[in-house]
Every structure is written in structure tokens, then in C-alpha cells.
């Protein structure tokens, strides 16, 4: 079975969880990890028995033995190193969000696309066999008319000013970095996009601590959401219909035994269950085999410029204090 050759760019912590998945994957093999300190590389590469190790991203991206990167940098450096990748003929799964602004996201796509890679923003959910369960039971009408929608992210960080979430310029706040969940997972439920946008902030050193935003919809249709670095950890999804309420409590971090429930009028309540998958490994190899059979993968980085386009909106709302348009927000 041919599988794709993977790079990392960089030693970042969400490495933790990205590495261990390849052992995992069926159509993708991870060749080396680089960093702009050798030693670091190195390490990298003997903790996790990576076979090379690259003292500049430069060095990765040269390497012909490399077809794709993951790319886990810093929010505002996703589009030049997502080009300088793309130069280099190497297709980009790159940490989600593709860009701090939708403007910015569009530009890279176009580029990639002219540049003849493939692109797909790191969203691990999408992925998991019960995000393809749900989708199904909405669309043959389980719920009947959805009408809305409330999503939840929240984890509670530090407020050490040398984390990168807490720089506006590296493109922090919470709603980029856990906001942007709730929001395509809102837009993905009631599969519509929103026609106008309130939020509300909490605001340090430039960027939003929490969000909680309220998302508008033709038709009267309603999603809502909150997110923030100050609350527990929380992660869930309840999508509510006119024959019942489905309701996922870890949407975005399921665990081996992931679940979901409905609940009906009469307070009857069905169970489902799906055990044994790992959502960052069914991510790969989704990517991996959208490269190997030379199509776009699922979701499209279209995808991204959506979800940002209405970031933008909420941002501005919260920073204006009104509602705003989505076709204002640019």
C-alpha cells in the first residue's frame, strides 16, 4: 500500500498529540521533523524515533523524500510557511486556523491551488466516524427541522504573556485559537451559513480571554456559542430539532468511546456509541489519500475561508459592540 511521506515543521506542543496518531494511519508514514535549533530536531526525532531530523524548515522542505507537512506554527506564520511549502511542491495539512483573517485565507488558497497542492486546515472533528454518524441522522430527518444550535470551547490557560495565545499580532485570542470550533461546528449542524453575527468579549492585552457570540440565520434559525481561556475544560454540542435534541458532550476531543445521545419530547433518550477511533489518525489519513488520489480533500480549504469569514464578523461585533453583517465583515 503506497503511503504519503509526512514532515513536520517545528517542535510545538500539539506535537504530543500529532506524532503518536501516525503509528495509526494507513496511508501515511512521518519521515522527519525539523526546527530552526538542530539539537531540538534531534531530540524530537529520538523521542519519537523519527527517522531524520532537520536544523531549518528550509532543510525539510528540500528534502524530495517529504510529499506533505503538518504544519503546526504559530497562527500568523500559517501562510508563509504554507507557501514556502507549496514552492517546494509539498502539500500542507496546516493547524487550524488557516489564517488569523478570511482575506488572508482566501489569498493562500488561490495560491495553492495555482501551485498545484493540496491544502486542508488541521480541524480534527470532521474526521471522526461519529462526525459522519451525526451528519447522516440530520440529513435523513432524526431531528426533523433543526432550528438550533449551541457549541461550547473552553479551557483555562495561564495569563503568561509569552504565550503566543495572548499576542493580537500572532493572530491570539480565544476565538481564533478555540472559538473557531463552535463556530464551524454551528455552521456544519444547521449546514447554512449565517447571515448576521452578535459577540461579546472579554478582553486582555489586546485579545479576546472569552467570547460568547450568537450566529444568525435565514429562515429564523439560530446557532450560539461561547469560548475563552478562563472557564473548565469544556467541548460540546447540542443541535435541537423539532422531534428532538441531539446532544454531544466532547465534540471536538472524543475520546476512544465516543458518544452522542438524543433526546425525544417524551424524555426518552437513545445512545450511540463508537469505540476505538483516533480522530487525529483518521485526519491524516484523509489528507493522505486526497494527495495519493489526486483530488481536493474533505473538508475543502474553501472550507476555512467560510468558517473565517464569519470569525471576522464576531471579532468586529465584539470590538464594535453591535451586530454585524456577515457581508460587511469582508
Known amino acids: 500500500m503506497k503511503k504519503l511521506r509526512w514532515g513536520i515543521l517545528g517542535v510545538a506542543k500539539i506535537n504530543e498529540r500529532i506524532i503518536p496518531a501516525f503509528a495509526e494511519t494507513k496511508f501515511a508514514t512521518l519521515h522527519g521533523i525539523a526546527s530552526r535549533s538542530l539539537a531540538k530536531a534531534q531530540a524530537a526525532a529520538a523521542a519519537h524515533r523519527i527517522p531524520e531530523a532537520y536544523g531549518s524548515y528550509e532543510e525539510l522542505l528540500n528534502d524530495p523524500g517529504i510529499d506533505a507537512v503538518y504544519l503546526p ?90 504565550n503566543i495565545r495572548l499576542h493580537p499580532e500572532m493572530g ?87 458518544e452522542f445521545e438524543v433526546e425525544r419530547s417524551n424524555c426518552h433518550v437513545e445512545q450511540f456509541s463508537f469505540s476505538g477511533h483516533n480522530q487525529i489518525a483518521c485526519m491524516l489519513d484523509d489528507f493522505s489519500q486526497a494527495v495519493l488520489e489526486d483530488r481536493d480533500p474533505i473538508p475543502s480549504p474553501e472550507e476555512a475561508i467560510r468558517t473565517l469569514r464569519v470569525l471576522d464578523a464576531l471579532a468586529r461585533s465584539a470590538r464594535e459592540g453591535r451586530e454585524v453583517d456577515i457581508l460587511q465583515a469582508g
Open 73 to 162: 506554527l504559530p497562527n500568523h506564520l500559517h501562510a508563509e510557511w504554507t507557501l514556502k511549502a507549496g514552492r517546494c511542491g509539498k502539500h500542507v495539512l496546516c493547524e487550524k486556523p488557516l489564517c488569523p483573517t478570511a482575506a488572508e485565507a482566501r489569498a493562500l488558497v488561490d495560491a495553492c491551488r495555482t501551485l498545484g497542492i493540496r491544502l486542508m486546515d488541521g480541524f480534527m472533528w470532521p474526521h471522526h466516524p461519529r462526525t459522519r454518524e451525526i451528519r447522516d441522522f440530520l440529513d435523513n430527518g432524526g431531528l426533523g427541522e433543526v432550528h438550533h444550535v449551541h457549541a461550547s470551547f473552553t479551557f483555562e490557560l495561564p495569563l503568561d504573556d509569552r
Open 172 to 258: 491570539g485570542g480565544s476565538l481564533l485559537d478555540v472559538g473557531c470550533y463552535p463556530v464551524y461546528g454551528i455552521r456544519w449542524a444547521l449546514d447554512d451559513e449565517p447571515v448576521s453575527v452578535w459577540a461579546t468579549a472579554t478582553w486582555y492585552n489586546g485579545v479576546d480571554l472569552r467570547m460568547t457570540g450568537i450566529l444568525k440565520f435565514a429562515g429564523g434559525k439560530t446557532g450560539s456559542f461561547d469560548c475563552g481561556f478562563t472557564l473548565p475544560l469544556r467541548g460540546s454540542m447540542e443541535i435541537v430539532g423539532t422531534m428532538g435534541t441531539l446532544r454531544v458532550r466532547d465534540m471536538w476531543l472524543p475520546p476512544y468511546e465516543a
